[in-house]
Every structure is written in C-alpha cells, then in structure tokens.
C-alpha cells in the first residue's frame, strides 16, 4: 500500500487528496461466473473546490468507454456490480453525507442538497450508476461549495470460458474526475488493478523404490511401523506453460481459494506380491494425508513421508479410498495432485 501526502511549508492546505493504489489477485476456475468480493482503496477527495456549474467523479473498467462498467481480455471478462461510495456536498463547511453505493439504494429525491434539487440538469449518486456528482441548470457554484467524496469498487463479476485460452488477466479500474468546468474527466490519483488467475495445473511426484520389499525387514508391516520420507519436490505441469502464479492461493474454501485433490496411481504395474499393501502418505505434522479429500497447501507435499503396510490378501479392503491400496503390490507409483 502506497500513501502519497502532499506538503508544503508556509503554505495552509485547503484541499487533501490521499491516493492509495492496491493491485490484488483473484483465482478463478475455468467454467465460472462468479460474484467476488474484493478490497480496493479508490480514491477519497476531501474539501474540493467546487468553482462551475458541475463536479462529477466516477470509477471506470478499462479504457474502452468513459462509464464503462466492463472490460474483456483474453476471453476472460471483469464487470463492476458494487462500490462503497459517499458523496458531500458542503455549503461554508455544512452538509449532508449520502450514500452512493452502486447497486444500493435508488437517487435521493434531495440529493445533493442544500435545496438545489429544483436546479438540477443532471445528477447520480448509487442504484444502478457509479457516478457521482451533479450539474445545475443555470447556477454556478463560487468559493464557498466544497465536495467530500470516497470511491471504490468492492464486488465484481468474472466470467471465465471452459475453455479458457489464457492463465491470468490484469484489470485496471480508473478513478475519474471532472469539475470547474474542465470538458472531459481526468485520472486522478493510481489505478486499483485486479489480476485474475485461471487456475487449471496439475503437480505429480513419485518414487520408483526397487529397494521395498516386504519380505525384508526394511519396511515394518503394521500403522506404528516406521515412516519413509518422499524426497522430493513438486513437478508443476500446466496446460498454458505458466507456473506458479496461484499455488499460495489457498485460504478457505470460498471461489478465491486454491483446491488441490490428491491420488495415487501405479506406474508400472511389475513386481507383484502376493500380498495386499496400503501406502499411506502423511503430512509433517503426523496427519494422514486422505485420497479424494480436499487440502488447501499443495506445497506441504514437499516433505510428506510415506507408510507400507502389507496384509494378507483376504484383509484387502478395495472400497478404502483413504490410502492407495494395490492387491498386487507394485514398487513403483506416481501421486498426481490436481489443483484449480
């Protein structure tokens, strides 16, 4: 977070402008059209001058349109439906806060006040605009007319395909001003920026272990027995040929969040036994790791440990799909996480 003040000496500053530029990251699947929450700074505008007839701000989507609520990059799409807005229009230092959200309440019938309703050419503040702001039919506003104001974008809508041809899009969202009889508005203060990662990779480690054997002592049978550390890191395989950018996603399980699934396959099926055999993979903190079921830190795999457990044929139970289980025993398996 930035925070940018401006001061000079010798000078009383009548105006404040406080800009805080916030880049955050959101994880989607491929197939979704989700609703977001997010946490954006905008912009806040304390005691500006209102010198004409007009003083408007607004957040805006790209550049392809000055109001535009929208922007679609790759094949991926990023829609605004919510800010957190408040508009104050002061009078020699007096008046009334109203809440501008959009998708809030409609415009207030006495919005922005001060009894200028009866006067107004135009104005928005919340339901279904992001504008903010007013202009008067035939009255220019002097010295004593100040604004308040804060804006920020805090819901939107992703859309990303099935059939998604990019891993991550960058959005900007724009804070736009136009007062004192300026013809156009202006970016004022840093552009929010949301990147949004499509996450559709698959990690895989495995173990070709020769040396197993349970008919040595090497591997003790039973769920006490000793545990075998799985030396080795995560390989990291994505469709796009981009890695890395989402996998310290995971916090909840909520739509930004990473989700991983993991099972074990057998690599080469040689070697049999003719005894059953459970591999058991635990996490460093002593917990069993469960096929099928949901995790959120893949990268904790980098230091699993690994648990044989053979058992007679007879004992073989194929419908536990907490471990991997091979009636023939085979000494060379792959786990395959899939995480999105």
């Not at 940018?4 to 500053?13: R, T």
């Not at 805080?20 to 977001?36: E, T």
């Not at 799409?77 to 807005?85: C, D, E, Q, R, Y």
Request: hydrophobic share 40%.
């Amino acid at each position: 977070m930035i925070k940018i003040k401006g001061i000079m000496l010798f000078l009383i500053v009548t105006s404040t402008f406080n800009v805080y530029a916030n880049d955050i990251d959101v994880f989607v699947n491929p197939g979704r059209d989700v609703v977001v929450p997010v946490v954006l700074d905008g912009i806040t505008l304390n005691n500006q001058l209102v010198n004409s007839e007009f003083f408007w701000a607004h957040e805006r989507v790209g550049t392809s349109d000055e109001y535009s609520r929208s922007e679609t990059r790759g094949n991926i799409t990023l829609s605004m439906v919510g800010t957190a807005s408040t508009f104050r229009l002061l009078f020699n230092g007096g008046g009334t806060n109203w809440n501008c959200n959009l998708g809030g309440n409609p415009l207030p019938g006495a919005f922005p006040g001060h009894n200028l309703a009866g006067n107004i050419l135009h104005r928005f503040c919340g339901g279904g605009s992001q504008r903010l702001g007013f202009h008067l039919r035939n009255r220019v506003l002097r010295n004593n007319w100040r604004v308040n104001l804060r804006t920020r974008v805090n819901q939107v809508r992703i859309v990303v395909p099935a059939n998604a041809t990019t891993q991550q899009e960058r959005f900007s969202i724009f804070h736009r001003v136009q007062r004192n009889n300026a013809d156009r508005p202006i970016n004022v203060g840093t552009a929010d920026r949301i990147t949004v990662h499509i996450i559709q990779n698959t990690c895989t480690f495995g173990a070709n272990n020769a040396d197993i054997d349970i008919n040595v002592g090497d591997i003790t049978p039973g769920i006490d027995g000793p545990r075998t550390p799985v030396d080795l890191d995560l390989t990291c395989i994505s469709e796009n040929n981009e890695v890395g950018t989402a996998v310290n996603a995971g916090l909840s399980n909520t739509e930004n969040t990473m989700l991983a699934n993991y099972r074990i396959e057998e690599n080469i099926a040689s070697n049999f036994n003719d005894k059953a055999v459970n591999v058991f993979l635990f996490r460093p903190n002593n917990v069993r790791v469960n096929l099928g079921q949901v995790y959120d830190d893949i990268f904790e795999l980098n230091n699993l440990e690994y648990q044989v457990i053979p058992s007679p044929i007879d004992e073989f139970d194929p419908h536990d799909n907490t471990a991997a289980q091979f009636g023939a025993f085979t000494r060379s398996y792959n786990v395959i996480i899939d995480y999105f």
